[in-house]
């Protein structure tokens, strides 16, 4: 009997796709991570100079805040996080009319945020004489509270481009879903700041 | 992804102790401070890391016995040549120095920072790439 090649069967059908999670999505967690850093340092300065200045015997805060006015618009910026929550739902359901009238709702709100902190800035320079240079508090409370309202323009901005690209695209899929997911998460992070910033600055003075 | 997760908790962990260490030895509000927000910065990862884990079917990597090509698919997008980030970086560093040259700068900067950022997000939403 002639030798005949033997071949064994080997599976060739391809592997199942591995299942990843999205690389946006952890990329910006990754960088909100670092963000986290960025307001230690603010935080680290306020807690340094409070107590440096207590030590000296100064008032702290040197001027009366309105600490009502600003637990209205922590709970308008709170509230803006569950309905930018609801967008993200949309986005997962791919309910793009849903996602659009959630970021406006969200946008609206935030862009209030905005409003309410520029009037109260103008306030406490007109009224409070508090500036960058009147006094340690002044500079801290407008670097800290500054630095957060320039990250909540920033969401206002990224809000818009999210709704550019809905608009921009001919139809709705995940990639749009990932922006509306890692846009929610940078807003859900300011508001996280917010809450922080709130509590040290105007609840525990 | 349970090593990679528990590997931040871990980090978190640890910045807590010696957070707790720290500012009874010290009584420093700023070290005290800073490492309290490095466990927010570990948390936030660590907790990332595990949720998403839950939530995704195991990756070839968390297989002891995954092979290679197991990870084979799609891994994402990314693009291929682009100008933007470029644009985008030199808009902010004449944002930046504008602060200390002057406001009118600074408002150049934010102008073509903002053009480049649309120009950034999309790219590829117009033309020979929209879709």
């Not at chain 1, 071949?7 to 960088?31: F, H, K, L, M």
């Not at chain 1, 805060?61 to 309105?66: E, F, G, N, Q």
């Not at chain 1, 922080?196 to 003075?205: E, K, N």
Request: proline share 4%; aromatic share 16%.
């Amino acid at each position: 009997m002639a030798d005949v090649a033997t071949a064994t069967a080997i599976d060739v059908s391809p592997p199942e796709r591995a299942q990843r999670p999205n690389i946006v999505r952890v990329g910006t967690i990754i960088w909100l991570s670092s963000e986290v850093m960025f307001f230690a340092a603010l935080f680290a300065m306020y807690f340094t100079i409070r107590s440096v200045q207590i030590g000296a015997g100064a008032p702290w805060p040197p001027i009366h805040l309105d600490v009502p006015y600003d637990t209205v618009i922590t709970i308008d910026l709170v509230l803006s996080s569950v309905t930018c929550q609801f967008a993200v739902f949309a986005a997962e359901r791919g309910d793009v009319r849903k996602v659009r009238l959630w970021i406006l709702v969200t946008f609206l709100m935030g862009a209030a945020f905005v409003g309410a902190q520029a009037y109260e800035y103008t306030t406490l320079i007109l009224h409070e004489g508090l500036t960058m240079g009147s006094s340690a508090f002044g500079s801290v409370f407008y670097i800290t509270t500054g630095f957060h309202g320039m990250h909540v323009t920033g969401g206002l901005i990224a809000f818009l481009f999210l709704l550019g690209r809905t608009y921009a695209a001919k139809r709705y899929t995940h990639e749009q879903a990932t922006s509306a997911v890692v846009v929610s998460y940078y807003w859900h992070f300011v508001d996280v700041v917010w809450i922080g910033l709130f509590t040290t600055i105007f609840l525990i003075q | 992804m349970k090593v990679e997760g528990y590997l931040f908790v871990l980090v978190a962990a640890f910045f807590a102790v010696a957070d707790v260490v720290y500012w009874f030895w010290s009584k420093d509000p700023t070290g005290t401070t800073a490492l309290g927000l490095s466990v927010g910065l570990a948390v936030l990862v660590g907790f990332y890391l595990l949720f998403t884990g839950r939530r995704t079917e195991p990756r070839p990597e968390d297989d002891s016995e995954g092979e290679i090509e197991e990870g084979a698919g799609e891994y994402g997008f990314y693009s291929p040549h682009s100008w933007w980030p470029a644009f985008t970086a030199t808009s902010a560093a004449v944002l930046s120095v504008g602060l200390i040259i002057g406001w009118w700068l600074f408002l150049i900067g934010a102008m073509c920072l903002l053009l480049s950022a649309i120009g950034f997000v999309f790219e590829y939403y117009r033309g020979h790439f929209s879709h």
